[in-house]
């Protein structure tokens, strides 16, 4: 690593350009702060990157995830719930950035699959192997659904069939065995700057594996 070095040349420079930019001496001040000059060069380094406020999406994982709102009968008390793994939900980062969420390809064997228990080998196959912890929740999906205009458009070449994104942490058990999964549906027959995103629920044995793809987030953020 080479000497650091600030000359009078490269002072004048550096002043000159913070001037021409608009710069105020409170937001010089700012930038001196904290370690804000240590995350900007790693900017410059390319190890890390500017992300724009808005495609943050901030879940508060005390809030505990509506897992009844798809099913009417539960006003009635003629569905019971049980969810297959409650710890997961309090488990993730307070901030997503769409941008970030990778798509796994599906163990060999079952993205190629189409019959019915391919879902529920995929399940178990996450679980097995701990990589559940990286995919989305129902908590997740519930703050992704309020703002469909962070919908990445490359999300939905990912899933060329019903476009639709599972949440395997939130798989639940309803009354009679069977198993269900919440999935993240994006209308696109709208204007996609007023696209919609619903959350539904399907059972994971009908939940199509076709594209073998599953979205989760990266290593180190949850």
Known sequence: MSEFRLDVETAADLKDGFRRHGWTNEQINLLKSRNHLRDFRRVLEGT???VPVEMFVRVDRTKPPQYMNLFPEARFGDVEVEVLEPDLENHGPNEIVLSDVIFSKAPFGIS??????????????????GTIGQCLSLRDGEEIAKRPWLWP???NERNVTDRSLCLWKSVIRV???????????PDLSFNPMRQVVSIGCARIDNIYMGQGYIPMLPMGTV
Do not use: I, M, P
Request: aromatic share 8%; net charge positive.
């Open 153 to 155: 458009l490359e999300w």
């Open 175 to 185: 009354k009679g065995g069977s198993l269900n999964g919440y999935t993240l549906v």
């Open 48 to 50: 890390h990157k500017v």
């Open 112 to 129: 190629e699959r189409l019959d019915h228990s391919a879902g529920k080998d995929l399940y178990n196959s996450l679980k097995a192997t």
